[in-house]
């Protein structure tokens, strides 16, 4: 039980960035389930290296997620506490970067398939949106 204790407690420090770790890992998965959809599509054979791609992301991001966590915790958060009230800036900014970058990926995949551009569409969809908005207002 001590044993037990002893190997999770440390772990507690890293409860706050849980959630984003969980996000960062999810848009890798889901870009590869796309990448894999694309290529059953196209006809490509699906390969074990490309496929292993997925493991390596998801250490690196998340390496990359608990290292700005502790380094903006520990070293820079009494810096930008006295600019920014949000906390884990920093550590939300790059797991924003890494979900933005899978998902660029997933429009890719998804525009290779069906030739639709997902953020085009949803773009223009504001777009209307704001002009309908504004026609009711009138």
């Known amino acids: 039980m001590k044993t037990k204790l002893l190997f999770l407690a440390p772990l507690t420090i890293l409860a706050p960035i849980k959630p984003l770790v969980l ?13 894999v959809w694309r290529s059953w ?3 490509n054979k699906i390969r074990s290296r490309r496929l292993s791609h997925t493991i390596s992301k998801s250490l690196l991001y998340s390496g990359a997620i608990v290292f700005i966590f502790f380094l903006e915790k520990y070293v820079i958060a009494d ?9 884990l800036i920093m550590t939300k900014m790059f797991t924003f ?3 933005a970058t899978e998902l660029k ?3 890719e995949s998804y525009e290779s398939v069906t030739g639709v551009d997902i953020w ?4 223009e969809f504001f777009k209307r949106s704001k002009e309908t908005i ?3 207002k009138d």
Request: proline fraction near 0%; hydrophobic fraction near 55%.
């Open 23 to 35: 996000l960062a890992i999810a848009s890798i998965i889901l870009d590869t389930c796309f990448g």
């Open 134 to 136: 504004n026609d009711l």
């Open 120 to 123: 085009k569409k949803m773009f």
């Open 105 to 107: 990926s997933v429009n």
């Open 79 to 87: 810096i930008l506490g006295h600019f920014i009230a949000i906390d």
């Open 97 to 99: 970067f890494c979900v």
């Open 41 to 43: 599509k196209k006809g």
